[in-house]
């Protein structure tokens, strides 16, 4: 069951987005600061690399991602498994968008996003819209077991548009 109140992460709309820096899968930097002003940035935290609903999750995002978004946002998925795993991850599912790792300090950015679990030490399945000005236009928040809608993706594109 999805949620889309700011409760769910602590978060308000409208507010800026906590920034980070963190590896990709290449053992790149990337930070939230580097799509201001450029493109809206579409945060999709996941529970682990290679899973059921994971993998599913991000294979519809590699497959729907182009037409779901018109070019409207970047791209970004965010798990705390380390570098290494996501590389691995990345390649054998064909994956090309940026699978960034929380591994260390171990689920911080997923924290100030209120999207971690500490009982599994693992990212939850929540998912933020950033816009150009770094500020939260739109979330949504699922069980563990419950895969999202690329269809929400879309449609919160469409608001930012509006």
């Not at 602590?10 to 899968?25: N, V, Y």
């Not at 500020?135 to 563990?144: C, G, K, N």
């Amino acid at each position: 069951m999805a949620t889309q109140t700011s409760e769910a992460a602590g978060l308000e709309p409208g507010r800026r987005a906590p920034g980070f820096e963190l590896r990709d899968q290449h053992g790149q930097s990337v930070t939230l600061s580097s799509y201001a002003d450029r493109s809206p940035v579409l945060l999709v935290f996941y529970p682990f690399a290679f899973s059921g609903v994971c993998s599913g999750e991000l294979h519809g995002l590699r497959d729907g991602w182009a037409e779901a978004s018109a070019g409207r946002a970047e791209l970004v998925a965010l798990s705390c498994d380390p570098v290494h795993s996501l590389r691995a991850f990345a390649e054998s599912d064909g994956l090309e968008f940026p699978l960034l790792s929380d591994f260390w300090p171990h689920g911080a950015v997923s924290s100030a996003y209120g999207a971690f679990d500490s009982g599994r030490g693992a990212s939850t399945r929540s998912s933020f819209l950033v816009d150009r000005s770094g500020r939260l236009a739109w979330q949504v928040h699922h069980a563990i077991g419950d895969a999202r809608d690329l269809r929400d993706y879309a449609r919160a594109l469409e608001s930012l548009d509006q």
